[in-house]
């Protein structure tokens, strides 16, 4: 539910800043760095658990190296490229439910794990019955309904550390500036336009 999660967020960010301000009043520089480890790890396997949102942040942060301690960075750098799947049968009953067929129905060839996994979807490796290469991207189950509850969430936090800060910017505009960016990633069929779009204006180009 909704009060569920946004405790469940509210603890999690909350005890991450709190052992992240703790960590930093020790003077052994060798300790502080292991501490740091440990704790970015917790917070990456915590951030996967609240969902495809908060892996989007973990990335986002994983680049941040101006703000964050560099173990906590190359630790949370690990979801740039290392999302857990989840069940491809679970996959191909979105295929079937969207495309009313399915996957080996719909192609020749359909791989039975993923090629590659992110925080919205995953990726399989095709092949149409007209013998085309392809990628099948299929998206998480609930992405869209857990996106919009974890911005509704981020923004009542954002507004709370608006005044606990005491600062006359209002946060939420940066959350809805994630918001549209994250919606956007889930809007498959304007990427695909995109990628028809570049293929139509480079099609002269021999090497694409």
């Known amino acids: 539910t909704f009060l569920t999660l946004m405790m469940q967020i509210t ?4 005890a991450f800043t709190a052992r992240l301000a703790a960590l930093e009043q020790s003077d052994n520089e060798q300790e502080k760095s292991a ?12 951030l996967v658990q609240l969902g495809p949102s908060f892996v989007k942040l973990a990335q986002s942060a994983s680049t941040r190296k101006d ?3 560099s ?15 989840f069940p491809c049968e679970e996959a191909f009953a979105i295929i079937k439910q969207d495309l009313k067929q399915e996957p080996h129905e719909l192609f020749a060839e359909f791989s039975e794990s993923p090629i590659a996994s992110a925080s919205f979807g995953q990726v399989y490796r095709a092949r149409t019955h ?3 290469e392809v990628a099948v991207k299929v998206q998480r189950p609930g992405a869209l309904a857990a996106l919009a509850m974890d911005i509704s969430i981020l923004r009542q936090l954002a507004s709370f550390a608006s005044k606990a800060l005491g600062t006359t910017r209002d946060l ?8 549209v960016q994250l919606y956007s990633e889930l809007d498959y069929l304007g990427e695909a336009q995109n990628v028809r779009d570049f293929a139509a204006a480079h099609a002269h180009l021999e090497y694409l």
Do not use: F, H, M, W
Request: aromatic share 0%; no cysteine; hydrophobic share 45%.
């Open 11 to 14: 603890s999690t960010l909350g």
């Open 35 to 46: 501490r740091a480890v440990k704790l970015a790890v917790e917070l990456r396997e915590a």
């Open 67 to 69: 703000i964050l301690r």
């Open 71 to 85: 173990e906590i960075v190359d630790v949370l750098a690990d979801l740039q490229d290392n999302v857990p799947p």
């Open 130 to 132: 007209s013998g085309e």
């Open 172 to 179: 939420r505009l940066l959350v809805d500036e994630l918001g």
